[in-house]
């Protein structure tokens, strides 16, 4: 039987609500744009089930034999901002559906 490697979830407060996120993706080259895609995080209400995954910019790609992004090299202060964003975006954590995307820049707006 074949094991899937799930990143680790990590907990975060946002207006006095918890949330739990996860790096989705690390920066990667798009074959289909042929262009660098930055990171990408998913976050849900902990005891919701709807989940929004919020993309950042690319940025400058990493240089050859860079280590790979980890979750704790993300700053927390612009986590809650990209999830702040994201519910005054409308995303509602607590409805049912597929999951939401929401481009955010650099900065988590």
Do not use: C
Request: no cysteine; net charge positive; hydrophobic share 35%.
């Amino acid at each position: 039987m074949a094991r899937t490697k799930q990143s680790p979830e990590f907990e975060i407060d946002v207006g006095g609500e918890t949330y739990v996120w996860r790096l989705q993706r690390l920066p990667q080259w798009s074959t289909d744009s042929n262009e660098w895609r930055g990171k990408a995080i998913a976050v849900r209400h902990k005891d919701g089930q709807r989940e929004v995954v919020l993309e950042f910019p690319s940025g400058p790609p990493p240089k050859f034999g860079a280590p790979p992004l980890k979750p704790a090299q993300i700053p927390k202060p612009l986590i809650v901002r990209a999830i702040a964003s994201a519910i005054a975006e409308g995303w509602n954590p607590m409805s049912r559906g597929r999951p939401v995307t929401i481009v955010v820049d650099e900065t988590g707006a």
